[in-house]
């Protein structure tokens, strides 16, 4: 008999979700407001803080180089993550916590910590390699991999626990090479878990804050860096544009997840 939750369970879960989306609701007034600073609008709303975003070059740059650090980090942040859970699966050598412990490293440390050590190290490379050091692109990059890497790990090493060896084991006694069991078997199999590790390291990168403000300055301006100068410096009304058109973008990417997870389910597995 399957279990169905009671009033009581219904309502708490009710105001948790209410309490949860009303900041979120409250800032769409907010970013139609005619007034150079935040707050509700008075009987007249305006877009002009939208056409702020397009007007205004440094949001679009902004967005862009969020977007492409976002990707560059993430991809590579899976790809090691999916090698190094992939050698663990096969080798399944002894210091195994040991290894995973190092690499998720990153997750237990303090964020700020972790921010000065990648600030001295990028500061130091920057002496040898401008281009990737300091306040460029490549060195936010190199920053966003550090501190994503661990979530990609435990997202590849769950799908790989939910590998069966025995399909490896059939592979290999087929006389299939190490190559060819990696891609032909292993990946196909955990292609959902390293799909959400993908996407789970890109909107980590993507909002990362903390270590981006102590790695840049001028020049590698992320979209949460500029959003946090303008609520330092100045609350800008623009950036309750920005938030709301972020929900809206979060919603689709929601409805479509999941339309396409429904399908994955309702597929008949041949």
Known sequence: MAYRPGPFALALMGLIVVFLLVPLVAVVPISFTPSEYLALPQGAYSLRHYRALVDDPAWGNSALLSLWVGIV??????????????????????????????????????????????????????????AIGYDTWPGVVIAHIVMISPFAVVMVLVALSRLDRRIDMAARSCGASVPRRI??????NIRFGVATAAFLSFILSWEEIAVTLFITSTKAITLPRLVWSGLRDNVDPAIAALSVLLILVTIVLMVVITVVRARADRKPAH
């Open 73 to 130: 980090a993430s991809a590579l942040a899976t790809t090691l993550a999916t090698a190094f859970g992939i050698g663990l699966w096969f080798l399944q050598p002894r210091l195994t916590r040991l290894l995973v412990g190092f690499v998720i490293m990153p997750m237990v440390v303090p964020p700020v910590i972790s921010a000065v050590t990648l600030y001295f190290m990028l500061t130091s490379l920057s002496k040898f390699a401008g």
């Open 183 to 188: 891609f032909s078997v292993i990946l196909p």
